[in-house]
């Protein structure tokens, strides 16, 4: 079974602070995404990944930056936190071979920026 | 631009009955369709998918249909049960970007007892 985790589950900081929020996944996926996640808008596309030291921007890139130095591992940076970052963000990774068009996700990251 | 539209935030179905849910798009290069289904306090799950070659997908009680004329495809749940009460993603992706997944807004499937 393809297993993503994400370094916290519930996280509270404060406007102006630096956040990173990690993914790893054991598969050996090429594909890595981040999304967030808010209520009526369904889930979009932050920033995503197809291999070590590379990153695309998604729909939503601004006021976020990425890292992925290691294949199993994507990090999402928030440089400098503003309260309407405040959303679930979550993580996921897909492969080149197979089911490629299906993404696995781990559970979710739900961030509070007072 | 929503490529990709679920229409309905919710809807109630009575145990045992026939969930419908319905996802419409605006672009007809999408290569797959794909339902997820997500808990409260879970990342999104994998349900089923559909390439846009088939009319029909079925996997269990789980069938997906897609009408390709219309830009329309539904998931259908037969018989509900209480732990298909869910938040239900419908998702397209394309071959030529890399399959990316265009996102619908989620529908909330309650399944009343």
């Known amino acids: 079974d393809v297993k993503v985790t994400q370094s916290s589950r519930y996280l509270v900081k404060r406007t102006g602070e630096k956040v990173f929020l990690e993914c790893v996944q054991d598969m050996d996926h090429e594909n890595m995404f981040w999304y967030r996640q808010d209520p009526g808008l369904g889930l979009r596309l932050i920033y995503f990944s197809y291999d070590v030291k590379m990153k695309e921007k998604g729909d939503i890139p601004e006021g976020y930056s990425v890292s992925r130095e290691k294949k199993e591992r994507f990090s999402l940076i928030l440089e400098s936190a503003s309260t309407n970052q405040t959303s679930m963000y979550l993580c996921?990774?897909?492969?080149?071979?197979?089911?490629?068009?299906?993404?696995?996700f781990g559970p979710g990251t739900r961030l509070l920026v007072l | 631009d929503q490529q990709v539209k679920q229409n309905s935030p919710s809807l109630s179905v009575q145990e045992g009955r026939i969930s419908i849910l319905n996802c419409d798009y605006t672009n007809s290069m999408f290569d797959y369709f794909l339902w997820y289904k997500k808990y409260p306090a879970e990342g999104p799950t994998f349900l089923i998918s559909?390439?846009?070659i088939k009319d029909k997908n079925e996997d269990g009680r789980f069938t997906v249909f897609l009408n390709k004329s219309a830009k329309h495809l539904s998931l259908h749940i037969v018989p509900s049960q209480p732990g298909d009460s869910a938040v239900y993603f419908c998702a397209a992706s394309r071959m030529d970007s890399n399959y990316q997944l265009i996102w619908g807004a989620g529908t909330k499937l309650i399944i009343k007892p």
């Open positions: 559909i390439s846009s």
């Open positions: 996921a990774s897909s492969s080149f071979s197979g089911a490629k068009e299906t993404q696995y």
